[in-house]
């Protein structure tokens, strides 16, 4: 699982342990962080990556009818590796309860050459979160800037 450490040491330490029993590896974001995926993806490990973040670098893609930016990661990593992409959604239900659902297979877009289009496929994810996002807005809280417009 590729993650975010938190600002806050002990609040990180104690994240880490405590997701560690249900999570497995965790992959911090840094700079060794697509190495340490693709080893694992040579392992034949599961990856899971959070795909709706701004990311400065990435590829443009439309979420909600406006242009941002999505990290290309996920889509070369498939690329490279030929390696299926589902999607993972976790739905709040009522009385404390949670259901998690796994896709079916996105299908990645592809060029010409048939190798897989890394801005297409990027945009076919982001899509499938507009639409979970669309099924139940009530469940989606966003705490960063999303759609930037950078100077």
């Known amino acids: 699982m590729l993650y975010r450490r938190p600002n806050i040491t002990g609040i ?14 965790l992959i911090s974001t840094n700079l060794d962080a ?3 995926i693709a080893e694992a993806l040579k392992r034949g490990a599961h990856v899971g990556i959070l795909v709706d973040q701004y990311y400065l670098r990435g590829v443009p893609v439309t979420f909600f009818g406006r242009l941002t930016m999505a990290n290309p990661l996920l889509a070369r990593l498939a ?3 030929d390696c299926p992409i589902h999607g993972t959604r976790i739905i709040r239900l ?3 309860r949670f259901r998690a659902e796994l896709s079916e297979q996105l299908e990645p877009a592809r060029d010409t050459e048939g190798k897989i289009d890394i801005a297409g496929t990027m945009q076919r994810i982001t899509s499938v979160v507009e639409q979970w996002i669309r099924e ?8 960063h800037r999303r759609w930037r417009v950078e100077s």
């Open 94 to 96: 009522p009385n404390h």
């Open 34 to 36: 697509p190495m340490k």
């Open 12 to 25: 990180d330490r104690w994240l880490t342990e405590t997701r560690k029993a249900n999570m497995g590896e």
């Open 136 to 143: 139940h807005p009530e469940q989606w809280l966003w705490m």
């Open 79 to 81: 690329r490279h590796f």
